[in-house]
Nanobody, 123 residues
Framework: QVQLVESGGGLVQAGGSLRLSCAAS????????MGWFRQAPGKEREFVAA????????YYADSVKGRFTISRDNAKNTVYLQMNSLKPEDTAVYYC????????????????WGQGTQVTVSS
């Protein structure tokens, strides 16, 4: 069982930056690949980024590639999402999630989810 708590969301102007954090409970955090997802009002939840358990591999949605960076610190049971050059279309509730599925990079079959943190980008 993994419990996830996101933080770091807020209101920022277009072109600005935010760093989201996701703190995980449990001693097995390092066994899970971690992902970030987002859901904008009236839209389906979409994959944003993911990172392997070892942090060696990362994968990004095309819409955030080059602007967002996912990272993790297994000693602190925390995964991060650094978001730069934010755009109004990045406005959404951002969720972190954990999976033990080998196809973690496909954004599917994530087992554990946080409650989300709101990111609002003003134009």
């Amino acid at each position: 069982q993994v419990q996830l708590v996101e933080s770091g969301g807020g209101l920022v102007q277009a072109g600005g930056s935010l760093r989201l954090s996701c703190a995980a409970s449990g001693r097995t955090f390092s066994r899970y690949a971690m992902g970030w997802f987002r859901q904008a009002p009236g839209k389906e939840r979409e994959f944003v980024a993911a990172i392997s358990w070892s942090a060696i591999s990362t994968y990004y949605a095309d819409s955030v590639k080059g602007r967002f960076t996912i990272s993790r610190d297994n000693a602190k049971n925390t995964v991060y999402l650094q978001m730069n050059s934010l755009k109004p279309e990045d406005t959404a509730v951002y969720y972190c999630a954990a999976t033990s599925d080998s196809a973690w990079f496909r954004g599917k079959n994530y087992d554990y989810w946080g409650q989300g943190t709101q990111v609002t980008v003003s134009s």
